[in-house]
């Protein structure tokens, strides 16, 4: 298998299938961000590809039925190559329903509602978008590429077209004070969208990043546990549109899960011990023990 850089997924696709098809990420200039550093990006040849997925075909007892596509950004790929790839998928792995992957806001932006609607038929779906944020303030800080109203533009082409996605919410980008603002202006721009899921997890630095420079430098000061915590809070309480939430990151002490608005007081009940646990200190040391997403 060709794989440039680790695996990387959301916990709840660990039982997948992994197929690279980008290396790197298209991007690379978020500054908090120091995933696939280890490799510039390219879009695997089709050929490499085609490699790799008869090599998973050769384990008879593997009966993958969802693939998740490796790279920061798979989607950025154009509709004939994504076409291909799953003519490949099916033709080798009948047995597959669906494909995933990594995706930004911007990978959008070369399909047509027409294409998506096609992939989307394909079994493209549930796409992982790292929007992080409906802040334009904080996604200018942060040099994601792209303001919130494009966020909105592209994602509803992907309402329009029926393939269900799942949006990213990453607490603590805002930094200390910041988090409530953070969490309504993001709240925002998911109630003019239908994702199928928001998934909640916090901003945790490392020291190759440049947000990291900045904190050392006294450019960004951290948020507290207790502003993580309430910060979510606030993002749950704002949020409208029926959907499911998790927060089952490694970045958060434990895992938070349940549908909106169904499960709302379930959820801010466990936020609201985590609270208090951050209040009374017990949570103080949680971040520095965390050595890898």
Do not use: W
């Given at each position: 298998m060709h794989f440039s850089s680790g695996i990387n997924r959301p916990p709840y696709e660990a039982y997948d299938a992994f197929l690279q098809i980008t290396s790197g990420c298209s991007h690379r200039k978020c500054v908090f961000c120091s995933f696939y550093n280890d490799a510039k990006f390219r879009i695997s040849p089709l050929e490499e590809v085609e490699e790799d997925i008869k090599e998973m075909a050769s384990y008879p007892y593997k009966k993958y039925d969802r693939i998740y596509l490796q790279g920061a950004d798979p989607f950025i790929a154009s509709y004939d190559y994504l076409m291909k790839v799953a003519d490949m998928i099916y033709k080798?792995?009948?047995n597959v329903k669906s494909i995933g992957g990594y995706a930004r806001?911007?990978?959008?932006?070369?399909k047509s509602v027409s294409q998506l609607r096609t992939l989307a038929k394909r079994g493209f779906k549930n796409f992982y978008f790292g929007n992080e944020s409906g802040d334009d303030f904080i996604l200018k800080r942060m040099n994601k590429g792209y303001k919130a109203e494009d966020v909105i533009k592209n994602l509803r082409k992907l309402d329009e077209a029926g393939m269900p996605y799942i949006m990213n919410f990453l607490g603590g980008l805002g930094g200390h004070n910041y988090g409530d603002s953070h969490a309504v202006k993001s709240a925002e721009v998911i109630n003019q969208l239908n994702p199928v899921m928001v998934y909640a997890s916090e901003l945790t630095l490392f020291p190759e990043t440049p947000l990291s420079e900045d904190l050392n430098?006294?450019?960004?000061?951290?948020?507290?546990?207790?502003?993580?915590y309430q910060e979510l809070s606030v993002l749950v309480e704002n949020i409208k549109i029926p959907t499911v939430f998790k927060a089952?990151?490694?970045?958060?002490?434990?895992p938070i899960r349940g549908r909106l608005p169904e499960d709302r007081n379930k959820i801010q009940n466990t936020l609201n011990g985590l609270i208090d646990l951050a209040k009374s200190g017990k949570l103080d040391k949680f971040r520095e023990n965390i050595f890898s997403l």
């Open positions: 080798y792995l009948p806001i911007d990978n959008i932006r070369n430098t006294g450019k960004f000061e951290e948020a507290t546990e207790e502003e993580r089952e990151h490694v970045t958060l002490p434990v």
